[in-house]
């Protein structure tokens, strides 16, 4: 009878352990929503030709044109939607129209606000290329950046800057003034509000401020005056990586589109994944690999009005295009 009463006590303590467990694999691990985007094509091989890329590491879109960052080829190249090339701007340097290290692009008010890794500034030109005006400086003060690596514009002007190396973000009037900034300079962070290299900055149609916060592998979510609403991405947000729903290995790009939906660059895990405005989870899709719909690394994204998403594809120098899973 005692041998009974134990095997008993041992198989009941079993079977709890298994739904603790997962209850706790349904807690940070959740199931999709949504089917998963569809692969339309891509364009692009390396080099530095026009239409091929050395590093591409940004893009965005305006009506029917995409603007990718061609970062080691010091350019901007402006494609139509099926990746028709239609023109190129800028050079490796750091003058005026020269680029050094072009990363994370937006599009605002008929502008183009370039985040230049190595020149330490925003650089903003008109849609043809001339170059307007240069925002911020090399260093750590107010209004300075060190490794910028992507920018967003508010509806009011106002720009968010993920200041990589300074781990922090910055918001800042049109004109460059400071105005606050949200993380300690230099100084990594597990918490709210703290940062682990954060390279890009998206904002929703409502003003809600999404950071990919890159190596902490995950994103912060803030209001339009800098206050901390949510975290997400593994569990507790908290710098646990993973190749699971949810989870991230290292967040390179940010992307909203008009329904307020939020889409993620999973660097190491060489996918999109796709979120609500709220972080909950909707879909992935994308896998490692050199064929159709595959990444060798994904690393920024932007989104069209009409529902397609751009990808670049970092390792194998290619934009990808995808639009929603057809009903």
């Known amino acids: 009878m005692q041998r009974a009463a134990a095997l008993k006590l041992g198989r009941n303590a079993v079977i709890i352990l298994l739904l603790v467990g997962l209850s706790g694999w349904l807690a940070f691990v959740p199931s999709a929503e949504e089917p998963p985007y569809e692969f339309v094509g891509a364009w692009g091989e390396p080099g530095s030709a026009p239409g091929q890329f050395n590093d591409p590491t940004g893009i965005a879109v305006a009506g029917d044109e995409v603007f990718v960052a061609d970062a080691r080829n010091g350019r901007i190249q402006v494609f139509d939607f099926d990746g028709g090339f239609k023109r190129q701007f800028g050079s490796p340097g750091s003058g005026a129209g020269q680029l050094g290290r072009p990363m994370n692009l937006t599009l605002h008010a008929g502008e183009l606000y370039v ?21 911020g400086r090399p260093g750590s003060g107010p209004g300075e950046f060190d490794s910028p690596g992507g920018v967003a514009v508010a509806a009011d002007g106002k720009l968010w800057v993920a200041d990589v190396y300074n781990q922090r ?85 940010v992307a909203v589109d008009r ?9 190491y895990n060489h996918r999109i994944q796709k979120f609500s405005a709220d972080g909950r989870f909707l879909t992935r899709f994308g896998s490692k690999g050199h064929g159709p719909g595959q990444f060798e690394h994904a690393i920024a994204l932007a989104a069209a009005d009409d529902g397609t998403l751009f990808a670049v594809d970092f390792g194998n120098s290619r934009i990808h295009r995808w639009r929603p899973a057809r009903p």
């Not at 902490?216 to 190749?243: C, E, H, L, S, T």
């Open 259 to 267: 329904q307020g939906n939020l889409f993620a660059a999973d660097f």
């Open 115 to 135: 985040a230049e890794y190595l020149n330490d500034r925003i650089q903003v030109f008109g849609p043809d290329g001339t170059s307007r005006r240069i925002i």
């Open 169 to 253: 973000i910055q918001q800042l009037e049109a004109d460059g003034r400071f105005v606050r900034q949200k993380g300690a300079t230099g100084k990594i962070g597990i918490g709210a509000a703290e940062f682990n290299y954060p390279t890009a900055v998206a904002i929703g149609p409502e003003g809600a401020v999404y950071v990919a916060d890159g190596y902490n592998d995950r994103i912060q979510q803030f209001d339009g005056q800098g206050v901390f609403m949510r975290k997400w991405g593994g569990p507790f947000a908290a710098n646990i990586f993973g190749p699971f729903n949810g989870w991230f290995a290292t967040v390179t790009g």
